[in-house]
């Protein structure tokens, strides 16, 4: 591949009609547009908190974002859909994804990555889809607290509010797997990358350097990968090894972003 690839974007903001706090401004949708674009191209300001021994490890994606121009049938547009929902919240279940359940429709997900923002229930941060699950509910969900770093994400004492949220939810929809292989602390199984330690179970809030689990000393788990679950202000790189998983996944599944 010559260059970045762009990938256009359509973000749906889904707000409760009486709450006006979740119809998140355009200036918050902008600064999430601004993270990914920093965080897959290696060029967020935290990446020079990588530690030494990983520092070659350190990937620009070469993957770009933009708010879709082009509507579905070609007319103009800012990329950024206002619904108005009577539903007070949504969860993992997809309402959010349809007109029918009280959401916004998608647009192609061959040619748009669908973004959702809303009300999301209890913990959930946001969520994703893997490349070849169903057409209709493609793309990623994120809480509007936790979309962007302006408006609702800037709240005090959020430790969600640099848009990593985001950043790790496309990671999955180009078919990344969580750091530590989803296995409960097992170390029986990885994320099917190479160059990323074998890890125990998700590391939260902001663990010191290095966490040794799975017999992965000295360095310990790469807990500061954006495919953990750390707070955000503790996630800054993807590998190598994780952007030739990406590549794959643009060459295969989602080859239509590269035409
Ligand atoms: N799917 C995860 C959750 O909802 C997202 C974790 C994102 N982590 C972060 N630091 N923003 O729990
Ligand atoms: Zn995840
Ligand atoms: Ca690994």
């Known amino acids: 591949r010559r260059g970045p690839v762009v990938i256009p974007v359509v973000v749906h903001v889904v707000a409760g009609r009486d709450h006006p706090e979740q119809n998140i401004d355009d200036e918050q949708v902008h600064s999430q547009i601004t993270v990914l674009n920093q965080d897959f191209r290696a060029a967020n300001p935290d990446v020079s908190k990588v530690p030494d021994v990983w520092r070659d490890l350190v990937a620009d994606t070469q993957i770009e974002f933009r708010l879709a121009t082009r509507d579905p049938n070609g007319e103009p547009t800012d990329g950024i859909v206002r619904v108005v929902t009577d539903r007070p919240g949504f969860d993992h279940r997809d309402g959010v994804k349809s007109s029918r359940t009280g959401g916004a429709d998608p647009w192609p997900s061959d040619r748009y990555l669908n973004m959702w923002v809303c009300q999301l229930a209890g913990s959930l941060l946001g969520y994703a889809t893997f490349p070849g699950q169903p057409p209709h509910l493609d793309g990623v969900v994120i809480g509007h607290s936790f979309f962007g770093t302006t408006g609702t994400a800037a709240a005090p004492g959020n430790p ?100």
Request: with cysteine; proline share 4%.
């Open 160 to 259: 969600f509010n640099r848009g990593r949220t985001t950043t790790h939810e496309i990671g999955h929809w180009l078919n990344l797997f969580h750091i530590w292989g989803d296995d409960d602390g097992a170390c029986s199984s990885d994320d099917k990358v190479a160059d990323t330690p074998n890890q125990a179970d998700a590391n939260t809030g902001m663990p010191t350097f290095p966490h040794v689990t799975c017999a992965n000393g000295p360095n310990g788990d790469m807990f500061m990968n954006y495919m953990d679950y750390t707070d955000d202000a503790g996630m800054f790189m993807f590998t190598q090894g994780q952007l030739a998983r990406m590549n794959a996944c643009l060459e295969g599944a989602r080859a239509s972003f590269l035409a």
